[in-house]
């Protein structure tokens, strides 16, 4: 438990001191073109949800946020082995992250909107949406739990698949 906390901690930090520098260091109408045009800093303001979807509803993301950062909080109480506390830690990092913005950032207390920086290959998301660390994180955390699925390293001892003896029979899966 303690190791997720501490990877959401600093993802967090992370995200939100990435944020606060954007905002002091980047002008919204002129993207900063960086890596050769792989990368531009680019900020924009979402109050929507990914791909700037529901931008009327902030306050619906930011009580469905609150939801999924109380549940991933408990569910790292149960964390068993190590590379889940990784996993877990990113998601709770990166939804805490763009929590932060719905409940303090402008336009006001839980209609706050995320600040986005980072657009990949074109400015002005013309490629890819333009996202922010705590996207990153949470992006990674999620595609390493499927991995962590699809390859029978379960979140608990039970859901791990149990790999066959040499007798052909199926033996307990070591932690």
């Given amino acids: 438990m303690i190791a997720a906390l501490l990877i959401a901690a600093f993802a967090i930090g992370l995200d939100q ?42 306050w619906i993301f930011t009580i469905i946020a609150s939801a999924v950062v109380v549940f991933l909080i408990g569910l790292s109480t149960r964390i068993v082995y190590p590379v889940w ?28 909107h995320v600040v986005d920086f980072i657009s990949v290959f074109k400015p002005d998301a013309q490629a890819f949406p333009i996202f922010n660390i705590a996207d990153s994180a949470l992006c990674c955390g999620v595609v390493l739990i499927v991995l962590l699925e699809l ?15 040499e007798d052909g029979r199926k033996k307990e899966a070591a932690a």
């Fill in 17 to 58: 001191w990435t944020k606060n520098l954007a905002e002091a260091n980047l002008d919204p109408a002129d993207p900063v073109r960086i890596l050769g045009g792989l990368v531009y800093l680019d900020l924009t303001w979402n109050s929507g949800a990914a791909f700037s979807l529901g931008t009327d509803y902030t």
């Fill in 151 to 165: 390859t029978g390293r379960g979140f608990s001892p039970a859901s791990r698949k149990a790999a066959p003896r």
């Fill in 85 to 112: 506390a990784v996993a877990i830690g990113l998601v709770l990092g990166g939804a805490a992250g763009n929590l932060v913005d719905r409940y303090f950032r402008e336009p006001g207390f839980a209609h706050g």
